[in-house]
């Protein structure tokens, strides 16, 4: 999702998706329509702290943003899991085992 945000967004103006984006993105800052993928762009990237992102994508790396939006979105989901897996009592024997968010090997 973010990834073809970034290429629509890099891309060239006189494509289809960028015109169409383009709308999108003025609609939604003006509050005039919400469309539920450009909502979810932008919650993504307030979530990870780049809210400025929205407005000055033009103005940063591609590859850093998306490789920086990554690592930040694994980050989340990594302390979330651990907050819920201490905050539950029925988690006690899990914790012994299990301390890194990953696929076990066999």
Known sequence: MINFWL???HGKESK????MFKLLKSMHDQNVYQSKW??????????CGYSNAWDQV???????LKNSIERKIKDINTQNWLGE?????????????KDKLQIEKN
């Open 7 to 9: 290429n629509i967004s």
């Open 16 to 19: 289809l998706s960028s015109v």
């Open 38 to 47: 450009t909502t979810k762009i932008k919650g993504i990237l307030d979530r």
């Open 58 to 64: 033009n103005n940063m790396n591609k590859c850093w």
């Open 85 to 97: 897996m201490h905050g539950n009592k029925l988690c006690t024997n899990y914790r012994i085992f």
